[in-house]
């Protein structure tokens, strides 16, 4: 089932923006044009994700400081795994998730 997140049209590059899908928190931003949906969990140890700071493609988490490379989502540092990275699907101006 698709579930509407935004309209296309509001996708501007710098947007961030979390939603609540299937009973967990997602990250919608985009990044040099791409539209990139993410869990909005740090795979460290859960802290939300858009509350980190972003420079350049390196979201960095605001509780410990890992960084991340986007939009791949790989960790920069020690062994932390990298972002859980989520698919976006299209509907005509509106884009979301399948659920
Ligand atoms: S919870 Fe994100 S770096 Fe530790």
Redesign the pocket.
């Known amino acids: 089932m698709f579930v509407a997140l935004e309209r296309l049209i509001n996708l501007e590059e710098g947007y961030r923006r979390t939603f609540q899908v299937g009973g967990r928190s997602v990250l919608l931003l985009v990044l040099d044009n791409q539209p990139l949906l993410f869990e909005d969990s ?6 939300p ?1 858009s509350a ?1 700071t972003l420079s350049g493609n390196v979201l960095r ?6 960084e991340f490379q986007l939009p791949s989502g790989r960790a920069l540092q020690s062994s ?1 795994p990298g972002l859980n990275r989520l698919k976006l699907v299209y509907d005509g101006d509106r884009i979301g998730v399948d659920v």
């Open positions: 740090c795979p460290h140890q859960g802290a994700l980190g988490c605001m509780r410990h400081g890992i932390c």
